[in-house]
């Protein structure tokens, strides 16, 4: 099971980017879906996630600027990027909790991370 990550890039502030995430292997269900994203230096931080029933939380520093969301039928989580600030600059990381088969705990999966950098 592996998430493949795109949609990150350079971006003046105020712009807009689409973070895309999508899952492919032996895939069963796919409970919690989420964002990270790690500053230089710094660990990595969720900035939202969302359940299967479509339930979202985030980071209080995105809330109005970012949306997540997800397409069960294609195993993809997105996070649509609004009103970018410079701060937002970071490597984004998907995370996905996957059941692989029946009966089996869920793992927990990360992707590739993908370089978002927004110019002041």
């Known amino acids: 099971v592996q998430l493949q990550a795109s949609g990150g890039g350079l971006v003046q502030a105020g712009g807009s980017l689409r973070l895309s995430c999508a899952a492919s292997g032996r895939i069963f269900r796919i409970n919690t879906m989420g964002w990270y994203r790690q500053f230089p230096g710094k660990q990595r931080e969720l900035v939202a996630q969302?359940?299967?029933?479509?339930?979202?939380n985030y980071v209080d520093s995105v809330k109005g600027r970012f949306t997540i969301s997800r397409d069960n039928a294609k195993n993809t989580v997105y996070l649509q990027m609004n009103s970018l600030k410079h701060e937002d600059t970071a490597v984004y990381y998907c995370?996905?909790?996957?059941?692989?088969?029946?009966?089996?705990?869920?793992?927990?999966?990360w992707g590739q991370g993908t370089q978002v950098t927004v110019s002041s």
């Open positions: 995370n996905a909790e996957i059941v692989k088969e029946i009966r089996l705990l869920p793992t927990n999966v």
């Open positions: 969302i359940t299967r029933d479509g339930t979202t």
